[in-house]
């Protein structure tokens, strides 16, 4: 099973989208996203100063026209991508990409959001002087205590020996004058204090915005930065990616959940090289390629050759399907026989863990076509569990 992943803020480096130019098209559609965005992808991605693409407003629109633009290397034909990749994710701002790749969100309506996400974090961001610092290697659980014990927020929590830090710098530098015990602490080229309560304004505002953007559901498994889950509907995604701004990025659990999906190769899209990192210290065994130049295409296009398949919601529309949202046990709550009504937003069950009972929800209602897991099954993430058919297509019928 292939997952392809798409990275957040401060991956972006001087220049890293100079060699893509000479892919025919993607100056054009880069052109067209600077466009939609109101920021000059070309510019920025060509000679723009490290300084100068460090600024939030610049940073994520550039982070997610970098993905969208070359994600079509990948995938020339956009639609063959849903017979190849088993699951998506992306690391906090680079769920926008994951969206767009799902299926989820326009490229048009991506590059809108992104441009107003990093606008309103930057002015957040300008509030309090506040910044991330990344701590390497100690005890996880140490690591969160001192950090709150210091007023900071453990704002991503990535796994393979890494937590990332965020408050003000005053905070900042008082817990890199004392950390906890075999760590090393390093200070981020970011310019504030993301996924924490400094960022409150921005999600009031996203959060509006977001009523009036229409969704549809992912056709992949989607991986939610929020706790790992696979998400299928559109507008879930919509709103944890709101809510995520102010809120911790725990890939830890995403990279616990592609492990749980069968994961075997892994592929990040530009700029890459984080992502994969941290996949090669998490996911032993796991095949992982960073797609940083289109040189890299030839060897990206093998490996979805090697491992690539159908998602198991590519035989029918996502929602007409109820999956796994974690790995664990399936416990069905009612007797619902086929041919019975489901309502929208009626529990069918829960997958139930040894920490926590995760409800299975239908977003959208239907009848029930046939169940595909029996109470007290196992589960694995993204797996379906129940198919319905629609309720607006039994009217018309």
Known sequence: MLVVVAPGQGAQSPGFLTPWLD???????????????????????????????????????????????????????PGNAFARIGAGAGHSVGEITAAVGSGVLTAEQAMVFVRERGRLMAAAAAVTATGMSAVLGGDPDLVVASATEHGLTPANMNGAGQIVVAGTLAQLDAFAASPPDGCRVRSLEVAGAFHTHHMAPAVDVLGRYARSITTHDPRIPLLSNADGRVVHDGRDVLRRMVSQVSNPVRWDLCMAAMADLGVTALIEIPPAGTLTGLAKRALPGVETLAVKTPDDLPAAWTLIERHGRPANLD?????????????????????LAVGSAVEVKSSIGSVDTLRESIPVVAPHGGTVVEWLVEDGDPVAPGQPILRLHPVAQEATA
Not at 47 to 72: F, K
Not at 315 to 335: E, N
């Open 23 to 77: 892919v025919p098209g993607v100056r054009e559609r880069l052109e067209w996203l600077s466009i939609v965005s109101g920021v000059d992808l070309v510019e920025h991605g060509t000679v723009s100063d490290a300084e100068t693409i460090r600024d939030t407003a610049i940073a994520q629109p550039l982070i997610v026209g970098a993905g969208l633009v070359t994600l079509l290397g990948l995938f020339p034909h």
């Open 315 to 335: 035989a029918s529309p996502t929602w007409r399907l109820l999956v796994a949202p974690i790995k664990g046990t399936f416990r069905q709550s009612s007797a």
